[in-house]
């Protein structure tokens, strides 16, 4: 067993022990006979993307989960992969091309996807890498890429299916469209931005009435041309007379527009009158649709103009055209004013222009199974965490429109459909659709491919991740499948992820899993998931959404150069509970760094004590078997009692998904309970021969479990420690999980078990292991140091109040009743070392000073001519002020009758005891306060 060095050196352990685990092999997902299964897929990060704070949050996440089912004996699997990221990876290489004055166009389809895979080859595993470096216990051997041919193919056969199966059509409807990529998008990809314009307000003269006028209020006047119609609200008492009237369109050809009612129309905006549009605007295309409206496209797919519009616009840019037409309406008479207008306007997220809603000829799917995967999540099959996502999920599948699947790139699932050379595809109809002598769709192509031609749109990309978490175990091939331990590993455990893609992703494959796998069995066999965990948002200081362009987001890279992967990984999750936004503070991230360093100091104190008279095995039976529970005192019964209270606590967590919470738990027995006070005490055991062993077999047994518990969150410094320590040791009860292949392992010189093929013990066993050697806890004892460590809390507390840190000139008197006093003289050493204090003097009244009442008696500082009394009445004030609240709430509580009939009996004497406690502390502090004058 090699010596723990003085100092924790983050990089060079971490790259030591992730080197070790993958020749080792460690992180292999394999099914075992007698194990449960545990798996995971990563959400796939894109093709393109380095790593950010918020991959960092949710893959500790991830892995947090995966190695605490490896400790629990499970088989775990933690499936790795990519996304090919359409549109973003094919920007990124078309930018490439334009700075060598080329575009893809140039080189053609086929040498294009080419250049693209050779990109691919070049920068698409740099975010895998760094996952490496964030301590990621991925099966890198099965890493998948949403362009690998197995995966593909599983992608087309959906498409496949749900086209012989009636889902999916093309048609020609509204969509995102980006001018500059020219694609249509998801909403996903748009984002919303502040933008500044005009607010036009533009008269229509009525036929009927000449010199009568309709105004209409549009940030759009370049879209006139287009209008078909002007709308009002039915119930709009102005325009009920109007109804059924005719206006003239005041831009471009002359036409005469009808005048119609729709619900809508927003009466109460603006003039209550809208022109509509079908275009060029999704909720004018609805309205469209119910009128049985023309369509009339006045935009290129290049945001400029077309000859519909007049000849002094056609040609021009939208935004030029925008500013000319609002002169031709002034010329003409037509523009009432122009104000200034401020809205938000959707930004293609990649190029980062406006998006057009656009009418266009697309593939649309009407998604399968909508009612059994509202059923899943509902009936609790699958559960959001937070729960309250639920109901945005279930609200989301009660309002659905079709889904566009198809974009117009190059870089994707190019769609599996051939059209009958000849053909006018615009025209097809949904009947030529399901003609197979006019459109052949299959994964292979049709038998003649010189008489067809292929659909050059490719997939969504959302249309290949929505098959992850069974695509990536094999399906469709059974062979595959089989290989991949489909039948195990299916459904997946948890999914990690934001809740801003609910719909675009966490919807989906619950459909897709609920229409393609295990096809007549239940819905807990077919849902691709058993939990969601929805993870917030990660904000800087001021509360924005980190991102590069603001440039308020740290390197992950650096952070774990600066304070290590362990480090980051602790800091970032003790600052994420469940769900909720993070607001980023690198202190605690340097917080996880100290942690670290402090349990490093900790286990090595541990060392430099001694070994184990009884051998240097630390397995869990030797610890146990070395305990001298006879000599235990009540600080040893305490130290246990939190051990068991802390695993217990975590165990919660993790069935709650309460990360952040289980990472505070854990720092407060760490640091308190264990270095703060069980390490100090310890000190003075450790120079008994006669008690010592027993000592350091429970500060083993701490350590031990502790290490256990904080693997998962900090995994590097745990698996060194754990090494040095030598509780790599097998024990019976962890040999059970211990595969034919990890025993082989163990054979080769020098190498002791990982910590992860160690089963960690729950509390229940814990404590059933312990009682078996005779450590039954002693609960008297328990309640004993809980007040001692109160009363050394609050003594601090009144030092550091007053800006005393010498102990030789710290003196308190500590007012006692015999009980009291019982329980403090024969720990006053403990007490003063603890306190940090040069005497305590038991008496039985107290006046005139700086005290705070406590479970053993009126605590109180002795001061010379320099004592304050009037700053200690503002404090005893201040503080009988606050007890009073709690007290009030205390008495509401018992005096509801529902807490009073319904609450365990337990609980309401518990609550009886409370009120009696701050009732006693009450009077104590108002004699105290009137001793002073």
């Known amino acids: 067993m090699s010596e723990i060095s003085k100092s924790y050196e983050a990089r060079e352990i971490e790259q030591k022990w992730y080197a070790a685990w993958s020749a080792a092999g460690a992180f292999e997902g394999r099914a075992e006979a007698g194990k449960p299964a545990f798996s995971i897929v990563i959400p796939p990060p894109n093709v393109t993307g380095v790593l950010t704070m918020g991959h960092v949050l949710n893959n500790t996440l991830q892995d947090v989960l995966i190695r605490r089912a490896r400790l629990e004996g499970k088989s775990a ?22 700075a060598q004055g080329q575009t893809r166009h140039d080189l053609g389809r086929d040498a294009f996807i080419s250049k693209v895979w050779d990109w691919r080859e070049e920068k698409g595993g740099i975010i895998l890498e760094q996952l490496r470096r964030l301590g990621a216990s991925c099966d890198w051997a099965r890493t998948q890429f949403t362009m690998d041919a197995d995966y593909s193919r599983s992608v087309l056969t959906l498409f496949v299916e749900l086209f012989r199966k009636g889902h999916i059509y093309r048609g020609r409807r509204m969509v995102n469209w980006c ?34 006028f309709i105004t209409v209020q549009t940030t759009r006047p370049e879209t006139i041309a287009g209008d078909v119609a002007i709308a009002v609200h039915p119930d709009d008492p102005r325009y009920t007379a109007l109804l059924g009237q005719t206006v003239r369109r005041p831009l471009g050809p002359p036409a005469e527009i009808p005048i119609i009612a729709d619900s809508a129309v927003d009466k109460d905006f603006g003039s209550g009158a809208l022109k509509i549009t079908p275009a060029h605007d999704k909720v004018d295309f609805e309205i469209g649709q119910r009128h049985g409206l023309a369509q009339i496209d006045v935009l290129e797919a290049d945001g400029t103009v077309n000859a519909l519009v007049s000849p002094e616009l056609a040609g021009l840019d939208r935004f030029v055209a925008r500013k000319k037409a609002a ?30 809603p ?104 959302w249309a290949s991740s929505w098959a992850w978490p069974f695509a990536t175990l094999g399906w469709p091939d059974e062979a595959a499948m089989q290989r991949a331990g489909f039948d195990a590993f299916y459904p997946t455990e948890t999914l990690v992820t934001g809740p801003d893609i609910i719909f675009f992703w966490v919807a989906r494959m619950i459909m897709a899993g609920l229409e393609f796998t295990r096809p007549g069995e239940p819905l807990a066999r077919r849902i691709p998931f058993r939990n969601v965990y929805f993870t917030g948002i990660i904000r800087d200081a001021q509360g924005r959404k980190m991102s590069k362009s603001l440039g308020n987001s740290p390197d992950p890279l650096d952070l774990i150069a600066k304070y290590g992967a362990d480090g980051l990984r602790f800091g970032i999750l003790s600052i994420a509970p469940q769900g909720q936004d993070i607001r980023f503070q690198e202190d605690r991230i340097e917080g996880g760094k100290n942690f670290c360093n402090k349990l490093w100091n900790a286990c090595r104190f ?149 910590i ?19 450590l039954v806890i002693d609960a008297q004892a328990v309640e004993t140091v809980a007040k001692l460590k109160a009363l050394v809390a609050q003594a601090r507390t009144l030092k ?38 040069a005497e305590i003097t038991l008496c039985e009244s107290i006046s005139g ?12 500082l002795e001061f010379d001519e320099s004592f304050d009394p009037a700053a200690e009445r503002a404090r005893l004030t201040k503080e009988l002020d606050t007890l009073a609240k709690h007290i009030a709430a205390t008495e509401a509580r018992l005096a509801n009758p529902t807490f009073a009939e319904k609450a365990p009996p337990a609980v309401v004497e518990g609550a009886r005891r409370q009120l009696a406690n701050q009732v006693a502390k009450r009077d104590e502090l108002t004699r105290l306060l009137a001793s002073l004058g």
């Open 77 to 98: 699997l933690w499936l790795p992969g990519t996304d090919h990221a359409g549109i973003a990876t094919q920007t990124v290489v078309e930018r490439q091309l334009r």
């Open 179 to 212: 001018p500059v990529s020219k694609t249509a998008l998801s909403d996903e990809e748009v984002i919303m931005k502040p933008s500044k314009g005009f607010m036009y307000h533009v008269r229509y003269e009525l036929i009927a009435r000449p010199g009568e």
């Open 327 to 356: 002169e031709l309406l002034a010329a003409s008479g037509a523009l009432v004013k122009a104000e200034p207008y401020e809205n938000n306007v959707g930004y293609s997220e990649r190029a980062d222009v406006p998006i057009e």
């Open 358 to 461: 656009r009418l266009t000829w697309q593939w649309w799917l009407r998604y399968p199974r909508v009612e059994e995967a509202k059923a899943a999540v509902r009936d609790g099959l699958i559960k959001f965490y937070p729960a309250r996502w639920a109901k945005v999920y279930l609200h989301w599948l009660d309002n659905l429109h079709d889904w566009c699947i198809s974009r117009q790139l190059w870089w994707g699932h190019r769609i599996p459909v051939w059209y009958r050379k000849g053909l006018d595809i615009e025209s097809l109809s949904e009947a030529d659709l399901r003609d197979p002598q006019k459109l052949h769709v299959s994964l292979d192509g049709p038998p003649d491919p010189e008489n067809w031609v292929q659909e050059s749109d490719v997939l969504d990309t």
């Open 606 to 754: 541990r060392q430099m004590s001694g070994q184990s008279a009884r051998g240097s095995n630390a397995s869990l039976e030797a610890i146990l078997a070395r305990l001298a529970p006879a000599h235990f005192d009540a600080d040893d019964h305490a130290i246990f009692a939190r051990l068991i209270e802390t695993s217990a606590e975590v165990e919660k967590c993790f069935a709650h998904f309460e990360f952040s919470a289980a990472v505070q738990h854990l720092y407060a027995f760490f640091w308190n309970d264990f270095c703060d006070w069980y390490v100090e005490v310890s000190k003075a055991k450790l120079q008994d021969d006669a008690r010592k062993e027993g000592c350091l077999a429970l500060q083993d047994l701490v350590l031990r479990q502790l290490l256990l518990l904080l693997h998962p969150f900090i995994p590097f410094i745990t698996e060194e420690l754990w090494q040095l320590l030598g509780y790599a040791g097998v024990d019976s009860a962890s040999e059970a999980a211990v595969t034919t292949g990890e025993r082989a392992r163990r054979q080769e010189p020098g190498l002791r078990p990982f």
């Open 756 to 774: 992860e093929e160690t089963r960690i013990p729950s509390a229940a066993e814990l404590r059933a292991a312990a009682e078996s050697r005779g």
């Open 800 to 837: 550091a109040e007053n800006g005393l840190s010498s102990p030789k000139k710290t003196f308190f008197r500590l007012k006692v009743d015999a009980e009291q006093a019982a329980i403090v003289e024969p720990n006053i050493a403990k007490l003063l070392r603890l306190i940090g204090a």
């Open 849 to 860: 000073s700086a005290s705070a009442v406590t479970a053993l008696g009126t605590l109180a």
